[in-house]
């Protein structure tokens, strides 16, 4: 039996590398009463036997900063804690083996080179030079991280709980969860077998064990066990301890040195589940049972590669489950289901990389009840419906595990577990040539092959232009010239109903909301910093009742927002309602002419202006009409019934054809949204970025007497030269294909990188968005007068900057 403590401020669940780091970081931002309990002993579970690569580049600029801080933690921490963390700089080396790799690797170097991370482009032979054992008879390239490293999983971990101890944070092993116990939506205690703790606060990391441990406080965390093999080396003649990290993705194996020998791992296209349920409570520092059929495949890999692998002995072979997520992102955040329930779990194997900076942004969130920086691309609420099916979460996470070192196409979509959420369309637009792309598991059409003329709806991945550039132009063609019509059903959709339900928004809503009903009012929610939490549309339905429709993936979060921020006592209910309403979205200067047609009610301009929020009846369907746009277009938003959407599309289809409607996808939403300038929440605005550097200044009601969230920090923010402002890019060279992640040059010095990337038909170029920087102040002159160039894959190429939309900067199609 344990002195256990009968209540705590935080507790910390799990005492692998994450919880020990979480309870480092607050123990040293002087956060007083955390206790961090522990099953069997620390690091037990899945940290002790992790691989210990440090490698830092990521797609996100955030996560890789995350990662930086981990290698920064690690610099310091022996010296700081007098623990060893067999830490080592010793860089990493990523090879290429084909022209296509080649091209990423140094879209790699691009991106490692917006983000401000040092990495060298190497030919075969400087490569061998660093790691004198490998063949390099196929490697076309490679790329040298000299900042990245390796350490001992285990004493790493120690080292962060020793700090912890000496900074006060109470540590109990051999303590088992239980129970969590939840009352009026907030944590208030752990149930332990040595009793109850009361808790404010509680932190889940406990591996792959956090999925049952969520379930106990009805919270989802959805990640699955996989079992991770690699193998561990004799001395190896001509392994140094400097030797760098390497990672050969096209044989899908990693190396690093060992106490003069090599570990060696893979991740196999077939990976199998840890297939237990529930997992078991006392694997404390074990293993699963070696599979060398299913690691064979990795080894002859390996072998061509290393020979010298093949003449020495084998120390020891691992295979060890790891938690491994759906989309092969880590697990951060606040659970939306509970009040104080944080999670920090599903690693993917780069938990030993993360775990300095997942602890030090986890710990901030606990503390202070919000991140360090945006961290949408491993926020707990980016998941959906579909995470909460054990067997989807498994079939896509091995999925996933299968593609961590495969290609990283851009426009990639998963194939595994679909079609899962399918709109009433569906079939419908697959006969009509649909190439589906998945978001939140449904199913979405991202653009139309014509079948008569014998085109395929499938990708074909590439780094250049891919196969469907010409379909995505029709489509766009057809949006500027006549009309095109988007299944957009996956759309979010809230109502906010109650007596206060405009207090309550205007609250929470940058823009104003007070209007009178049938109103629509494009809005961002904005934090304390003044960085946009939401962007979506809110109407006005009724004197105590608004619509409120966002993007598909930001479901989760946004109601999350909406629903935490609504001030207290007021009476204002949120429920979503997604899945009751089909949303058809026609666009295009013939789209008036179309809906006429199809209904008796008035939609001149006059009667149904931008803006504005109507039922209207169209062919026999009862249809919540908004006339908004993401296209640049005349149009509306058609939300309807589920059931009457077959019907609704049908009639506006036949009405449509003749007039040259054409169905439409998301891609082709990308080209049009790129050219009219609209922001896109996730790529050019989020949390980091305040309506003010996004050039959004006139969403907000700084000019009205209302009291809003994040006000002060923009009333600040706008007293200052802007550090920041987005601006649009086009590239002289129409022919280059813009992906996102692009630095930016202005007058030769690195200012920026582009958030998006893409093609816009009608101004027949590609087009970016990034921010250019400038700490003593960016305004338009500033912007306007510099000569630009984008650096793509390593190349740079001139550019031109932009401030006003491409396409329409009047507004004058969507007024018409
Ligand atoms: N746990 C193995 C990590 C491999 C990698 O960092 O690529």
Known sequence: MTDLPSSAKIVIIGGGIVGASVAFHLGA????????????????????????????????????????YSVALYDRLEAETGQATGWKRNGGLRLACNPERWTEVKRQATTARSFGLE???????????????????????????????QVSPSDISAALAKGARM?????REGVSVLDVVVEDGKVAAVVTDQGQVECDKLVICAGQWSREIGRLAGVNIPLVSVQHQYLITEPVPGVTPGLPTLRDPDRLTYWKEEVGGLVMGGYEPNPKLWDVDPLPSDFEFQLLENDLDHFEPIMEQALGRVPALGEVGIRQFINGPESFTPDGNFILGEAPEVKNIFVGAGFNAFGIA?????????????AKGAPPFDLWPVDIRRFGRNHQDLGWIRTRTLEAYAKHYTMAWPFEEHHSGRPLRRSPLYDRLKAEGAAFGEKLGFERANWFADLAAGEVPEDHYTYGRQNWFGAVG??????????VLFDQTSFAKFELVGRDAEAALSWIAANDVAKPVGHLVYTQMLNDRGGIECDLTVSRLAVDKYYVVTGTGFATHDFHWIASNIPAGMDARLSDVTSQFATLVLMGPKAREILSG??????????FPFGRARPLQIAGCPVLALRVTYVGELGWELHVPTEFALTLYEALMEAGRPLGLRLAGYRAIESLRLEKGYRAWGAEIGPDHSPLVAGMGMFVKLKKPIPFLGRAAIEAQAARPLPRL???FTTVDPSLVLLGRETIYRNGERVGWLASGGYGYTVEKPIGYGYVRNPAGVDRDYVLTGAYELEIAGERYPAEVHLDALYDPQGSKIRA
């Open 29 to 68: 931002m002087g956060v007083s009463d955390v206790l961090l309990l522990e099953r069997g002993k620390l690091t037990s579970g899945s940290t002790w036997h992790a691989a210990g690569l440090v490698g830092q580049l990521r797609t996100s600029a955030n996560i890789t900063q995350l990662l930086g």
């Open 474 to 483: 029709r489509e766009h063609k057809a949006a500027r010239e006549a009309a």
């Open 726 to 728: 987005l601006a649009a």
């Open 354 to 366: 993360s775990g300095g900076g997942a602890g030090m942004a986890l710990a901030e969130w606990v």
């Open 598 to 607: 199809l209904t008796r009610d008035d939609i001149s301009h006059a009667a």
């Open 119 to 149: 990495m060298h482009l190497l030919s075969p032979k400087e490569a061998q030079d660093l790691w004198p054992l490998m063949q390099i008879d196929d490697v076309v390239g490679a790329a040298f991280l000299p900042t990245d490293g």
């Open 167 to 171: 900074k006060g944070v109470t540590i």
